[in-house]
DNA sequence: TTACTATCATTTTTT
DNA sequence: ATGATAGTAA
């Protein structure tokens, strides 16, 4: 692969810090990989003393194939390419005496927070799961921004700031109890302890002595932090990094760290990629122009040298479900005009609902479509189940796990039996798992409560000494016939087929487990850090990557497609209160929704059209809608309207005939 | 334990 | 309208 001179530049630039202002399609992937490549072997760094961050485990291990592929295996030994959350993850994992954790600590998600917050809201105020997701949500923004709970609550505003600051010390003293860590804490944990302890802190920067970040943009405070305690005063980094493509503020992301680092680092250099190998000339054009409506921290001009293209074509359509049908069927126009693939095409939308009408388009023309972004593999019961039990078998402290399936299947441990066995480890100030197996709780639980969890701890006792002494995938799928699960899931699903469905994702899961532990296999406990790594979420997109090869047409958000390139891109509902959405007006953020815009348009390689529907269902209701100002923001040269051409089939006729049907109905009715 | 009813939310969710 | 999920009644 060829650099250009920027690129080279980039690439070169290694004596002091470097932030790299990467557009959209300009290659800073290519860039990261061959500087690393470059490090190794004309600046005589070894390959274990650099570091590589990501986001995504998909970014991570994308790059770290490519540096293998480039540096061969031998040379790029011990090289880390990892996100953010599993470098601290191996932080806390090695440091975790001088932190006070022990060995097989667990990671809460999202779900299990929430579980733990529902618990401890019970004590006190009695909250509902928005106003849970809201405090836990104000809990994560202390967490991003290093503020632990005695300062939280110092500096609470306002008496629910304090309510939540109060759960907030709560939430950790119960993670702690639980030796457990979130998400947030996997970052926040290793910025606090490098900060604190000069010791580790050195240790640290001499083994990774130089850094590089991806996606620098989408940083947050504790892991710009991070960054800047990994890499010491002298700054021996590298951050990639594109403003414009900012799209997750809310989740803590500050943009403005990009301008930190120049104060930081007066030494800094910025080298700017502006050449895009992405699109045509065209839509990169409507691209910037659009772009060019937000304010900007550094002004950069993507160019290309591809063919300039064909016109952006707006397909203005009467209502919602005849913007899936016309979608539908011009993409198997084209496809069957232009001999494309079903994976060519690409439509991208605001919100997840937006996918519904579009999936029953494309399941009643049989297209194969694909929607990415779904989460909902880690949100099933019978994995949730599943991975308690490993983390039970992993961390006996785990009361979350525990509460799960100390009954899942039925072994008769009810409510009450639970409730004593809690009450009696809580004021013992143990584990529930331990609490079991003590003398002192035969006082206050009977024969058969007890018989029942001591049963099921001997259960869990066996396999977990089983795993140490041997093979762990066969003394998990000896559990699993032990247990009953497959028979479980047969007596609980709807149908055979659905069992058969739910026990396909435990083996789905198994089988992760099994190569896990392949991987791993000459670290300590190849078994517990494969369950970690499972909690990151780290093999999902080896999952992903299989299906790949199918010839599907992509669904997904316009926040899932960051990173992603389609030949041919339709882009939904850009209407004002869709995109720009809504709530973003109202809060006067709409440069991040059109930051969002740009991300959407600068995914397509070769044709974009972007759909507008006059009406559209709102909560139930038909509601006149109104073209985006996005849309008069580009350039209107390069825009090619086109109204519904109503050139609809029968099946479409009806479909709309049963909407007008509907509406003259609801007329009638109101 | 199952099945019904009430309630809820339709903005995004890299980990 | 709609679909999912949580809670409650039989």
Redesign the pocket.
Known sequence: MRLNPQQTLAVKQTSSPLLVLAGAGSGKTAVITQKIVHLVTNCGYQANQIAAVT????AAKEMKARVTKLLGDGASKGLIVS?F??LGLNIIRREHQALGIRQNFTIFD?QDSLALMRELSKLGVDA???ELIAILNRISAWKNDLLLPEQAIAQAKDNDELISAKLYEAYQRSLKAYNAVD?DDLILIPTLLLRNHDDIRIKWHNKIRYLLVD?YQ?TNTSQYELVKLLTGKLGSFTVVGDDDQSI?S??G?QPKNLELLQHDFPNLKVVKLEQNYRSCGRILKSANVLIANNPHLFDKSLWSDKEYGEPIRILSVKEDNHEAERVVSEILARKIRSNFKFSDFAILY????QS?LVERALVNKQVPYKVS?N?SFF?RAEIKDVLAYLRLLVNPDDDNAFIRISNTP?REIGATTLEKLGTYANHRHISLFEAIFEVGLEEHLSGKGLRAVRKFGEIMTRASDNIKRGDPVAVLNELMAYIGYHGYLF??SSSPKAAEFRWANVTELLSWIERGIEDNANEDDPFAKTVNKIC???M??RNNDDEEENNEVQLM?L??SKGLEFPHVYLLGMEEELLP?K??IE?DNVEEERRLAYVGVTRAKETLAIMVAKQR?R??EMVNSVPSRFLEEMPQDDLDWEEDRLQVSDDEKRESGKSKMENLRKMLSS
Do not use: V
């Open positions: 986001f995504t485990n998909k996100t959350h599993n999202d509902d799961k928005s998400f996606e989408d997750y809310w989740r992301a605001r919100g997840n609902h519904r972004g989460t949100a039925r007596e609980t990151l979420r780290e999902l997109d958000t926040h899932a959405h709530s973003s809060e269902a909560y139930g």
